[in-house]
């Protein structure tokens, strides 16, 4: 019997970034690498770090409301330092009790 290996998210990440680097650098054989690259070596390619926000269980009365507890709930995030902080596209008038 097969066992599955479980993928995780950085590993399916790193995976992703490996193939896509392959199709760039088979893309430019002669040099190795694509044109118009500096590089810095000793230097990691840097993190993003993103923060997303989720309105399941949330119900308010007014867009008023949803707009203050969704900046309460970003405030939070904060003190992660995120690069981007994502919210959902309707996120105002969502979960409005009418």
Not at 26 to 44: C, D, H, M, Q, R
Not at 82 to 95: A, K, Y
Request: with cysteine; charged share 20%; net charge positive.
């Amino acid at each position: 019997m097969k066992t599955s290996k479980l993928i995780t998210r950085r590993n399916f990440i790193e995976k992703a970034a490996v193939t896509t680097g392959l199709a760039a650098w088979g893309a430019n054989p002669l040099s190795g690498k694509p044109s118009g690259t500096v590089e810095s070596p000793g230097k990691l390619p840097r993190e993003v770090w993103i923060a997303t926000v989720s309105q399941h269980g949330l119900n308010v009365e007014t867009p008023e409301e949803m707009v203050q507890i969704i900046l309460a709930i970003i405030k939070k995030s904060i003190t992660y330092h995120p690069d981007v902080i994502c919210l959902p596209e309707v996120f105002m008038t969502s979960n409005i009790a009418k």
